[in-house]
């Protein structure tokens, strides 16, 4: 069985946790600060804070940003749920827009149709590892005095323009959870060049107190703390995500050049000046296929092939969301989306042979 995803975990990351253990300090202390000074200097920011998971990291991004109840967020109703329950958890109101069919991107133009006397930031996902369309989306964002807050749980060394994801907008957010491009097991990280935002984000983690002085409460605040152990691990990640990358990135080119000619496949569309770290690579299977995607998908998993829908359901039909006032048909592209995509194994364990394999079975699937 090829799986859909496995996280690669070496002697580094093992040693590094067993020094943390042995080193007596093992929640948030030095290792968690030289991880951020990293990770911060990976993605060309001033700072990065690290928190327990990709959707605290979002939490605190939107304290930081000054997200509160009345407040109206922008953002995409085609991703993981995290991405708008983190606008929910500020009491804040989520506006949904719709995507572009070719990347599943939040659609600028779709956004300029959205924005109102509440907006107060918008936040694009670099979905399956592809940067948000960050040229048109942050001058929209400027031209109305909005902060653009950019989920990046999906896109560790993703580029638009040279530029790192995480440094495309004015804060941005990443995950380190099992699945994603680098792990920790569960992690997350802040990345700002704003230093007050960076403070209070800070703050936020740590039950609303000060780093430097305890028992000094600014407001409400979580215990959002990443721990040494986790660091220790994301860490050696980090060092080995470039060559990681490169091998998503070639399984993707394989697997592009194996499919684009079939006659009712869709293989993703990089769009120009981007970088895509293909977090997933993910098809699109129409009618002209002869099979339905479900039913491609359950043939591939007869035939040994790990594979996932990302994602079956566009979020503004879900009941935290659907009290807004949506409804079926509200978002047309996303809700199309839903019911096309397929994504398969692109990880970096993922073998030639497994991936000339998967060629050839969709290939052969087709009627
Ligand atoms: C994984 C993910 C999150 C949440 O991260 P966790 O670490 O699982 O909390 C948020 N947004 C997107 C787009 C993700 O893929």
Known sequence: MIKITQPIIGQEEIDAVVAVMQ????????????FEKEFAAFCG??????????????????????????????????????????????????VFADIKEGTYLLDPAEIEKKIT???????????????????????????????VMEDACQAHGAEDNGKKAGSLGDIACFSLYATKNMVTGEGGMITTDDDEMADRCKVFRHHGQSETERYKYYGLGYNYRLTDIASAIGREQLKKLPGFTEARIRHAKLLSDGLSSVDGITVP????????????????VADKFGMSRDELSAYLSEKGIGNAIFYPK??????????YGYKPGDFPVSEKITEEVLSLPVYPLVTDEEVEYIIKTVREAKK
């Open 269 to 284: 569309e990089v769009a120009e000046g981007r970088k895509h770290v293909f977090h997933q690579f993910t098809i699109r």
């Open 45 to 94: 920011t001033k700072h990065a804070i690290a928190t327990s998971n990709g959707t605290t990291a979002l939490h605190c991004a939107m304290y930081a940003a000054g997200i509160e109840a009345g407040d109206e967020v922008i953002t995409t109703p085609f991703t993981f749920v995290a991405t708008a329950n983190s606008v929910l958890m500020q009491g804040a109101t989520p």
């Open 23 to 34: 080193s007596g300090m093992i929640a948030q202390g030095p290792i968690t600060a030289e």
């Open 314 to 323: 566009s979020l503004h039909i879900f009941p935290q969301f659907e009290k």
């Open 117 to 147: 006397s509440k907006t107060k930031a918008i936040l694009p996902v670099d979905l399956y590892g592809q940067a948000y369309d960050s040229d048109e989306i942050n001058e929209i964002a400027k031209k109305h005095g909005l902060k």
